[in-house]
């Protein structure tokens, strides 16, 4: 298997479970207000967005 995949898959699968872990903990957090968790929660899923287009934009075929 080629070496770029396997850290291209690596990478990928870390930012998904920081990601999942993040919007648990904002989920379970119970001391912060409802509207601060949906923000908390909307900004942990623009994260993974945005790192997941800058995996695939650096990981690229030439």
């Known amino acids: 298997m080629n070496k770029q995949i ?3 898959s690596s990478i990928t699968a870390i930012n998904n479970t920081v990601c999942i872990v993040a919007l648990v903990a904002v ?3 119970k001391e ?3 509207e601060e968790r949906a923000i908390y929660g909307m900004v942990a899923v623009i994260v993974w967005l945005s790192l997941q287009r800058i995996i695939s934009k650096a990981f690229q075929k030439s």
Do not use: G
Request: hydrophobic share 65%; glycine share 0%; aromatic share 22%.
């Open 6 to 8: 396997i850290i291209r």
């Open 27 to 29: 989920y379970l957090a």
């Open 32 to 34: 912060i207000e409802f």
